[in-house]
């Protein structure tokens, strides 16, 4: 009997020979410059390395390549830092974290956490980003001012706390949407001297029918296709197999295809029936950017394999431990694509201590730190390396105490804000007792607390 399904694989040598294809100069990029030897003519292989201006973010690769006379990948960019002014923080009644209010510079891809004045609420999140030199400001809500009749409705969801009839300043609603609606916003809305701020926005889901599959011979995958239409929510995606004895009708070697809802009608393939008694599954040769694969054939067959090479700096976007790929009835497996690969840096803390410190973090790898004494982490003493950089913000800040408030007595010496270890004295008036007669400012506040 005739076998139809043939597994093979082939490892063949390295190819020993070099073009000498030539490449252009290099591009420039704004804010920043290359670093490397400039050179009269650039060929196959050659690397040109590049650099940002102090204060300035590197977003993309800081090494590129000369590949068959185009470098690869695309030159990275220089992200600007933010500004932020004392007047913008005094404006918008906000101050940085610490009660801190002076103009000052943060990084592309860095964050600040800020606080309102006493007497306002801030909307969430406190923790703004800053995104190529724009930060969008918190907004700071007065407690004191008019009062909000009933909330305002978005189309397609519904309030989730206790309805009121009237609402202070400063409070606020929470929203939900309906069953496989997406919220675009924030789910809250605050009373702001008696005007609702913006509410969210529920997105529709896409639909997908049932009659429209059956039709196309595609079902579900995992059976999730059990009422009679499939929804699917804005940004989520759903995965099409064709029934069983079909194949997609664009590329007869896959049997599956994954649907994205992004707003506009979704796309269903179509399955076409296939020879039952000796089907050929074949794959096409693969574009493996930023990377290299053997052997090098125009068609693949089932069970065959090739080996991925990526290029310095880059991994295999599914790396199961290999870099080998097959051929399968549903394409390569898994997808011969190499990917960027996503480090993170952080050699110094000020004020701080790394601990087990390393010269690169991998994706998915966490950093821990520790303060000094008299300084405190700004948002939490560790932090996860993400395709955006570190999760939390690696810095340390000096711990303040506010006066305190205090009755039936006063202290001295006064001051708008207490360092770490400063100490004041407490004097009781006449008709009180004394509590304590020092207190001191530390990580947790005063102590012991100043009272009468």
């Known amino acids: 009997m005739k076998s139809c399904f043939l597994l093979v694989a082939a490892f063949l040598l390295w190819p020993s020979f070099s073009s000498q294809n030539v490449c252009e100069e290099p591009d420039e990029i704004d804010f920043g410059e290359i670093v490397t030897t400039e050179k009269v003519k650039y060929l196959e292989n050659d690397r040109v390395q590049y650099r940002c201006n102090p204060g300035y973010v590197l977003e993309g690769p800081e090494w590129i390549q000369c590949k068959e006379q185009e470098w690869t990948p695309h030159p990275p960019k220089c992200l600007a830092p933010c500004r932020i002014t004392r007047q913008q923080l005094a404006a918008k009644k906000l101050f940085a974290f610490g009660g801190q209010r002076k103009t000052q510079f943060i990084q592309s891809n860095h964050s600040l956490q800020f606080q309102c004045n ?243 973090y991998k994706e998915g790898e966490r950093i821990r730190f520790s303060c000094n004494e008299g300084y405190t982490y700004v948002d939490r003493p560790d932090a996860l390396c993400t395709e955006t950089g570190w999760s939390t913000i690696l810095q340390c800040t000096e711990i303040q105490c506010p006066p305190p408030q205090m009755r039936n007595g006063l202290f001295r010496p006064y001051r708008s804000q207490y360092m770490y270890n400063d100490a004041i004295e407490i004097w009781c008036s006449p008709m009180s007792n004394f509590g304590n007669k020092f207190s001191k400012c530390t990580a947790n506040g005063w102590s012991p607390p100043p009272l009468c």
């Open 118 to 360: 006493e007497g306002y609420v801030l909307v969430a999140p406190s923790v703004r980003k800053c995104v190529d030199s724009y930060m969008e400001l918190p907004l700071c809500i007065s407690e004191r001012g008019q009062n909000c009749s009933g909330p305002p409705r978005t189309e397609n969801g519904d309030i989730s706390t206790l309805s009121e009839k009237q609402y202070r300043s400063g409070s606020s609603v929470e929203f939900r949407c309906q069953k496989y609606y997406a919220m675009e916003g924030q789910n809250r809305s605050f009373c702001d001297n008696g005007t609702w701020t913006k509410v969210p926005i529920c997105l529709d889901p896409c639909m997908i029918p049932k009659a429209e599959l059956e039709r196309q011979k595609i079902e579900v995958k995992d059976g999730m296709d059990a009422s009679e239409n499939t929804f699917v929510q804005r940004g989520h995606s759903i995965e099409l197999t064709c029934k069983t004895g079909y194949v997609l009708a664009a590329n007869a070697s896959q049997s599956a295809s994954v649907i994205h809802c992004n707003g506009t009608p979704p796309v269903i393939p179509n399955c076409k029936a296939y020879d039952l008694f000796c089907p050929e599954i074949t794959c096409n040769s693969p574009r493996v950017l930023n990377g290299s694969f053997r052997p090098i054939k125009n068609i693949y067959h089932d069970g065959d394999l090739i080996r991925i090479q990526c290029d310095s700096g880059f991994i295999l976007e599914t790396d199961y431990g290999g870099k080998v790929v097959e051929c399968t009835e549903n394409g390569w497996s898994p997808s011969p694509k190499c990917v960027f690969e996503i480090t993170c840096q952080a050699d110094y803390i000020e004020h701080g201590t790394i601990l087990s410190p390393k010269v690169i």
